[in-house]
């Protein structure tokens, strides 16, 4: 395996990084004051909740030497989780519109570690540079509560619609990028989403980003065990993912392979151009499960809930065995870091000391629910938009 360089900020880096996304409030703003359906502020992407509960990752019993020991990845371990799919460009719309996905998943270790998986259903990222998807954001909140960025008509897809809709998220970042690159990433944007414009489930494959792990650097992949993803239909109706995992889930439980992707080197696996997609030699480290549920039920809609509510951050991470290395080990998920810190601040999201115990004991306490229950009613009452059932 070639070798890396990993990123260790100094202060004056954390400082710089810190203001290049300190954004993050203003943009909240902006789409709170741009969509109708937004009453408080809320996420700057990954806004609407899809599917959102328990989730349990089986950590296989043999794994690659610079895994074995460090953070969640104790072979044969089973750790609880919270779990949420959602869609990805922040302002709430249409199911039917493409979009990415995202698939987050919140962890704690035997040691009382926060490990969080975060991941998009495209290998690449939208942006080369943290800035770059500043302005991707910014450009989404500009646009919110008008047309929606690459949206159509309720229920159905219209290519011709397709095309034109994305005018103001492109004439956006060409005044913040310039006519390359904001066209460009536009265009890269455009074709991350079409991904899910195909798509009749949100049971798919997700990536992470680049995460380091005992001295070495790669991605995670979450692999539906069952690849049974066909195109949808012209008019799939405006829940139609959310019903569509709904009705799995019912059946039974959803699995996912865990794989972890190694770097290989520069021109393979980039580190620099985040939004080409890396060549895959994928290992298998564990089990992602989801387990089989009745939607109808309370505690299936506190886990709900509770997904919604909480917050998550791909700074939560072990990436030694002694959990010595405190920041992500590229710009890019630092910039990351702060961003969605600011964003949860911003958003009041559940304290974590209010749901901690969760990861060992697995259930919801009584207070808990009550305080999920009174965020719930306070959302639902001022007309907030709430996709949690």
Known sequence: MSNWSPFRPTQRDLDRIADDVAAIPA??????????DLTSRDRVAHQYQIAGGRAVLNVADSLPDHLTGVGLFEPNSTHIGIARVSTGLGCPHLETDPDFLGLSVAFQTSHGARVDFLAINHPAAPTDTHKDFVSLLKATAEGAGAEPPFGSGVGELDLLDLLASNT??????????GIKRGGGTALHVLGQTLRTAKSSTAYQTYWTGAVEVGGQIGKVALVPVDDDNPLRALKPGERHLTD??????????LNFDVQWLPFIDEASTPLGEL???????????????????DW????????????????????????????SISEPATEFTCARKFAYRLSQTGRDALPEELYAD??????????????LERRRHIKKTGGHIDSAP
């Open 27 to 36: 943009i909240q703003e902006t789409l709170l004051a741009n969509h109708p």
């Open 168 to 177: 103001a998220l492109t004439r956006s970042l060409i005044a913040t990028l």
């Open 244 to 253: 569509e995992w709904r009705a799995r889930q019912s059946a039974g439980p």
């Open 275 to 293: 939004t080409e997609a890396w060549q895959e030699n994928p290992q298998r480290i564990g089990r992602l499960n989801f387990p089989q549920i």
């Open 296 to 323: 109808q039920s309370q505690e299936a809609q506190l886990w709900a809930a509770l997904a919604a509510e909480i917050g998550a951050n791909p700074g939560n991470w072990v990436r030694d065995k002694a959990d």
């Open 358 to 371: 969760i990861f060992q004991s697995g259930l919801i306490t009584e207070s808990l629910a009550a305080e």
